[in-house]
């Protein structure tokens, strides 16, 4: 492992529900260090650009009208095997296999909306901190 940096997103149910507070201590417990932070709100162009994968599913139009609904706290995220870490400590994107413990497993209401978004490999990684956060960072 080595110290790595990843970007994490609470998402709009997460900011609406009063969770912020409860996902940053887990992100601190756990040792990482939030090294930056602005609130946000995202149009379609971006998450047609960072939900690339995903435009061509059914469920799409749906995924934007949650993510469009209200403000978003883009992070970068800093430690040791970060980008594999921040995953454990998300829990599974699928509600029904999201772990108790888990961030999603305790605080998720479906599939869509599912709290907190992470970086999944060390480029998207790295692509997505310059997507949210500009070419220097
Ligand atoms: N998503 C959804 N339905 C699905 C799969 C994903 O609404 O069947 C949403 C969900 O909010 C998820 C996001 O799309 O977090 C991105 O999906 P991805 O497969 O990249 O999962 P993640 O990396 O967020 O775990
Ligand atoms: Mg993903």
Do not use: W
Request: charged residues 30%.
């Amino acid at each position: 492992m080595s110290t790595e940096r990843t970007y994490i997103m609470l998402k709009p149910d997460c900011v609406r529900r009063g969770l912020m507070g409860e996902v940053i201590s887990r992100i601190e417990r756990k040792g990482f260090q939030i090294t930056a932070a602005k609130m946000m709100r995202l149009d379609e162009d971006i998450l047609r650009i960072h939900y690339a994968h995903l435009v061509d599913k059914p469920f799409f139009p749906e995924l934007v009208a949650y993510m469009t609904s209200g403000p978003v706290l883009a992070m970068i995220v800093e430690g040791e095997g970060v980008i594999d870490g921040m995953r454990r400590l998300m829990g599974k994107t699928k509600y029904e296999e999201a772990q108790a413990g888990t961030i999603r497993g305790d605080f998720a209401t479906s599939t869509t909306e599912n709290i907190i978004h992470g970086s999944d490999g060390p480029e998207t990684a790295e692509a997505e901190i310059r997507r949210f956060f500009g070419p220097e960072a």
